[in-house]
């Protein structure tokens, strides 16, 4: 069987009960579900640093957030990163005859770089509105310009939920989805690909076009989780992030009414996002590369839509790190599998290197999709704390000293703090974080080893002058 093409397809903080292959019955996503319907879905699939950042650097490399030293959104990974053996996905499948694109938002820094990745089409953040994209030059040409979406009309007063009126075509996430198919339309089969679409919604600000919420009723949408202590304890962090200038919002109040409409424009933001998968998926099938294909739906990390009183992400409850996952190999007529134990943003790295055949390296965290691991425990750091989940328990600890255990099975709404109730799970999990940390910290640090201290007696280190070589690569 020749190489499969990869089309990875990655919406930005989407979160998996807004598909209705997940659950979702008060939206239509027929594309996203199809994919499912013929291929295997994850149902808890992690993302362990849940910052769009962090989370982009980690499925590049496959090494945790603390390895890579990217933690927060004003970090990047280090330019000296091929001289440490540490090779982006991308630039691993070049060197096996892949072309390689990226279309839409990546959030690399410097943001016009390319990471490995031959061809790159930029629609950046649609919060990064002073970035000269791709996208920009495109709105330029037809006479229009990124806005702040504080221009919009009624953003403030409903809190980011607001109404986006460029012309269809224009609409950032339609706008990216036009430029793949196009670029797929271009492949001439001589050569494998892998293409990577990043998205920039659903993420907010929260901005359909109107004739998309027309076709949501706001009175199915599901409840909001209602706030803890345990919640509140990040609460004052989160008001300051969102009143800084990428946002100025104010939530230091948000009421039912306020989260239903968010949920409201996220959903129509969701329904169109699945109208654009079909696109590509059509796209696919109109170069008559669809049968050589396999298609992979994720997102970086989910959004709270009010649930515990928060916006966003960034902490480790389950609204905020649960993603969806969906492998669709086209290849293949294979009956639809859904697959309960957690599995790691991590593991796509290893995955793509595995079905283009290629040895997955030895530095990398994430385990190959095709290898169910039980028992596994999933750790993820950031910023602003760190986490050890596994399929049935939690345990999470924060910069500000809050610290928490949920049992997952019994609570799924992460509305009880068991920290004192189960020692015997609180010490488990915090043995695997500790593990997971230092294995992070040894291959963060791996630059600076020295392993001529142990070599044999004829060595040069053993003699005045020598030189260690820097950085070390293994």
Same mark, same amino acid.
């Given at each position: 069987m020749s190489a499969p093409n990869i089309v990875f397809l990655l919406p930005d903080q989407l979160r998996p009960d807004f598909l209705g292959c997940y659950g979702a019955t008060f939206l239509h996503t027929p594309a996203i579900d199809g994919l499912a319907a013929g291929g295997a879905r994850w149902e808890t699939a992690i993302s362990p640093s849940p910052i769009c950042v962090p989370a982009r650097a980690s499925m590049l490399t496959g090494q945790h957030a603390h390895a890579t030293g990217v933690i927060d959104n004003l970090a990047w990974l280090r330019p000296d990163r091929h001289e440490m053996g540490v090779k982006t996905w991308p630039e691993h499948l070049n060197e096996a005859g892949y072309r390689?694109? =990226?279309?839409? @938002?990546?959030?690399?820094?410097?943001?016009?770089? !390319?990471?490995?990745?031959?061809? #790159?089409?930029? %629609?950046?953040?649609?919060?990064?509105?002073?970035?000269?994209?791709?996208?920009?030059?495109?709105?330029?040409?037809?006479?229009?310009?990124?806005?702040?979406?504080?221009?919009?009309?009624?953003? =403030?007063?409903? @809190?980011?939920?607001?109404?986006?009126?460029?012309? !269809?075509?224009?609409?950032?996430? #339609?706008?990216? %989805?036009?430029?793949?198919?196009?670029w797929i339309a271009r492949q001439d089969g001589t050569a494998p690909f892998a293409l990577m679409v990043g998205f920039p919604g659903p993420h907010c600000p929260y901005d359909p076009p109107a004739d998309a919420l027309a076709r949501i009723d706001p009175d199915r949408l599901p409840p909001a989780l209602p706030p803890t202590d345990e919640a509140a304890s990040h609460r004052d962090a989160f008001i300051a992030t969102y009143r800084r200038a990428w946002a100025d919002l104010d939530y230091s109040t948000l009421s039912d009414a306020e989260i239903r409409g968010l949920r409201h424009h996220y959903a129509a933001l969701v329904e169109r996002l699945d109208a654009d998968v079909a696109r590509i998926l059509d796209a696919l099938a109109q170069s008559g590369q669809l049968e050589n294909t396999i298609v992979v739906f994720a997102s970086d990390h989910g959004d709270y839509l009010g649930d515990f009183g928060l916006v966003g992400k960034t902490y480790f409850h389950d609204p905020s790190i649960r993603v969806p996952l969906i492998v669709?190999?086209?290849?293949?007529?294979?009956?639809?599998?859904?697959?309960?134990?957690?599995?790691?943003?991590?593991?796509?790295?290893?995955?793509?290197?595995?079905?283009?055949?290629?040895?997955?390296?030895?530095?990398?965290?994430?385990?190959?999709?095709?290898?169910?691991?039980?028992?596994?425990?999933?750790?993820?750091?950031?910023?602003?704390?760190?986490?050890?989940?596994?399929?049935?328990?939690?345990?999470?600890?924060?910069?500000?000293?809050?610290?928490?255990?949920?049992?997952?099975?019994?609570?799924?709404?992460?509305?009880?703090?068991?920290?004192?109730?189960h020692p015997d799970q609180r010490r488990r999990l915090d043995a695997a974080l500790a593990s997971c940390l230092l294995d992070g910290l040894r291959a963060a640090h791996a630059d600076k080893r020295v392993p001529a201290a142990q070599a044999a007696p004829d060595h040069g280190f053993y003699q005045r002058g020598w030189q260690r070589p820097y950085p070390n690569a293994k």
């Open positions: 390689t694109a =990226a279309v839409g @938002k990546m959030h690399f820094y410097p943001w016009d770089s !390319d990471e490995g990745f031959q061809t #790159r089409i930029i %629609a950046e953040d649609k919060r990064h509105i002073h970035i000269a994209d791709d996208y920009d030059a495109a709105l330029a040409a037809r006479g229009f310009t990124k806005r702040h979406a504080r221009d919009f009309p009624g953003y =403030a007063d409903s @809190k980011g939920a607001t109404v986006n009126d460029l012309p !269809d075509d224009l609409q950032v996430d #339609r706008w990216v %989805a036009n430029q793949a198919a196009e669709r190999d086209f290849r293949r007529n294979a009956a639809p599998s859904v697959h309960a134990g957690p599995v790691s943003l991590l593991d796509l790295y290893s995955s793509f290197l595995e079905w283009a055949g290629i040895e997955v390296p030895a530095n990398a965290s994430g385990l190959p999709l095709s290898q169910p691991a039980p028992g596994r425990v999933i750790c993820g750091v950031t910023s602003h704390g760190m986490m050890a989940r596994d399929d049935a328990w939690k345990l999470v600890r924060y910069a500000n000293d809050t610290e928490a255990l949920f049992d997952l099975r019994n609570d799924p709404g992460e509305q009880v703090n068991a920290l004192t109730l």
